[in-house]
């Protein structure tokens, strides 16, 4: 049975039976490659679900908008949707006994926003977040849907040792040409998974507090880089979402290649027994700073 | 007509430079904008700018005026706008669209915006028309005409190359344009520059159609009962309330007031703001009207649908097309508009 339909059994038994209160999962939007999220809470409407190529949103930042409901909610999980839920789960974002997860393998998803900039072609191989995807299969799920697939073995540090080995004229120049074409519309925060602050600082109306002038770009993606470290779980959807294509999951990688280099292996999001290496501390830990 | 070769064209545009600054789409990596060009500046002539040219009249950040304190005295320092004349280069009608909707917010109804007058007086507009749209392109049921040059001072014309490229999504690059005045101003660079324009005979490039529609019949009567509807839950629980669609957008011009102290001297800046950030309505005691997702969801659709007609009797929206390629969730303007139409709704004669 294709995928599309066991979701919309599962998805029809579930609201039928009381199970849950809605189901979250994608539908086919405006044009081919259009593949959004939807919220179904009626048996009658799950014909809309759907499951292609296309379904590259990461789903798990929606959960934190229903976390106070009654009810349960379920949704179809890829690998990176699963690590987001891992992550607000560790955070206390979420309760994990009021999700139902529907997992699925994924092969690599295509990447539809890439359209405007490149034209079609660029549809035909996997949008540039799955490149570098190190989970592929569902960390934490309920309900499995598929095989499990292979993880493919690529090195995910190559741009950011690119990047390291640039001189520091150079990577001033390179940093200040991404940093340039930030428009501060906050797409990579609000679809962040990391990012759950209910009211961030960038919302504060100040005075001399963080602006909207683009002059403080670069205060904001640093900034916002620093509050993620360590928590980040790599789905690259900060990159995916944002307009002008700013490589911000550059920013993130370097954070967490150095925090593996100085603290060991991490992978955030994909084991409830790891705990955050930034929010502990052993005596033992690297000090070269002072 | 006259015609103007892709030789010459990089020479015209040259010449111009040296009169008043050009501002022509360029790109960063993918990214393309308006930018001042300089020789050597590869023009982007196959799609149009991701980035809308609306920055050139209502800048991203503009400061108004600058203070300085000291003790109980203060002096305040009011910036002019930078009225030099300067040359828009290669716009498409779908945002010269925009520009005339912006002049009925800043140049109408006894409000004058002087430094949005004076950025807009002092620029002289060539517009390179389209004649392939791409899939997310909808200007014509807005009443746009790809071919038109309403507004425009010059007009530059694709040309039929007789042979279409293989990939029909994109512009064939180095082609020929034919070039029209449509204001004396335009007459006057022609005639200045007339030896870079030849008399060769070409037609224009078939006009092909968008496949794409906004189609709004009957939503004009249903929204004004749309206020409550569950509707706008339903469509903005999907909305990650980010602001790529009204930056993008080449019409979205609400502002915001800003500033900034360093010891005894500030500024007091305006900069774009967006209607779907929380901050937006909050007001100083710390109520907020449009407190969640769905007020802020629903006020930009009624904008962009219903507010704006009822004041100048057109939409807020010329068929861009780029919030529909850029929407993280693909929450656009036709996708919205047929929902609403959808919708099981109350449309009695009020």
Known sequence: MKISEQIRDYAKKMLEEGEVKQFIGFEKGRLPFHSTPVFITEPGQVERLIWDDYCITNLSKYLVNFSHEDGKTALVVKGCDSRGIVRLIQDHQLQREKLVLIGIPCQGMKDSLRFFSKGDDSLLSPGGKCQSCTHPNPVLYDILIGEEVKSVNMDRFKKTEEIENLNIDERYLYWSREFARCIRCYACRNVCPACSCLSCYLDQHRVDWHGKDPAENASYLLTRAIHVAGRCIECGECARVCPTGVSVMELNKKLIKDINELFGEQDAGVDFSQTHPLCQYHTDDPDDFQ | ?350
Not at chain 2, 14 to 30: H, Q, R, T, Y
Not at chain 2, 47 to 66: A, G, T
């Open chain 2, 1 to 350: 007509m006259k015609t103007i070769s892709s030789m010459l064209m990089t020479q015209f545009i040259e010449a111009l430079a040296k009169e008043m600054p050009v501002i022509a789409p360029v790109k960063n990596e993918e990214t393309v904008s308006f930018q001042p060009w300089s020789a050597g500046m590869e023009i982007e002539w196959q799609k149009n700018s991701l980035i809308p040219p609306k920055n050139l009249f209502l800048p991203q950040v503009e400061v108004l005026y600058k203070y300085q304190v000291s003790g109980v005295n203060g002096e305040i320092e009011e910036i002019d706008a930078d009225d030099s004349p300067r040359v828009l280069l290669g716009i498409r009608n779908c945002d010269l669209h925009s520009i005339l909707l912006l002049d009925k917010i800043f140049l109408t109804d006894d409000y004058i915006d002087s430094a949005y007058q004076s950025r807009r007086k002092n620029t002289v507009i060539i517009v390179l028309q389209c004649s392939q749209p791409l899939s997310t392109c909808f200007c014509t049921s807005l009443g746009v005409d790809p071919r038109g040059g309403e507004g425009a001072d010059l007009v530059l014309i694709e040309l039929d190359q007789g042979v279409r490229g293989s990939d029909k999504m994109m512009y064939d690059p180095g082609r020929d344009f034919g070039i029209e005045a449509r204001t004396p101003k335009g007459e006057e660079i022609l005639k200045k520059h007339e030896d870079f324009l030849s008399d060769l005979q070409k037609k224009p490039a078939p006009l092909e159609n968008c496949n794409l529609h906004l189609d709004e019949r009957g939503v004009k009567e249903k929204l004004p009962k749309m206020f409550d509807h569950s509707i706008w839950a339903d469509l903005s629980m999907r909305c990650l309330g980010c602001g790529v669609c009204t930056y993008l957008c080449p019409t979205c011009y609400c502002f915001d007031l800003q500033g900034k102290n360093v010891g005894e001297e500030g500024f007091k800046y305006r900069c774009w703001d967006s209607c779907m950030f929380s901050d937006y309505t909050m007001m100083a005691g710390g109520h907020n009207p449009r407190p969640t997702k769905r007020e802020r969801f629903r006020n930009r659709f009624l904008h962009k649908l219903s507010y704006y007609r009822e004041r100048y009797g057109e939409l807020l929206c010329t068929g861009c097309g780029r919030c529909l390629a850029k929407c993280p969730v693909h929450l656009d303007i036709t996708y919205v508009a047929e929902k609403i139409k959808e919708a099981k709704a109350d449309v009695r004669e009020g």
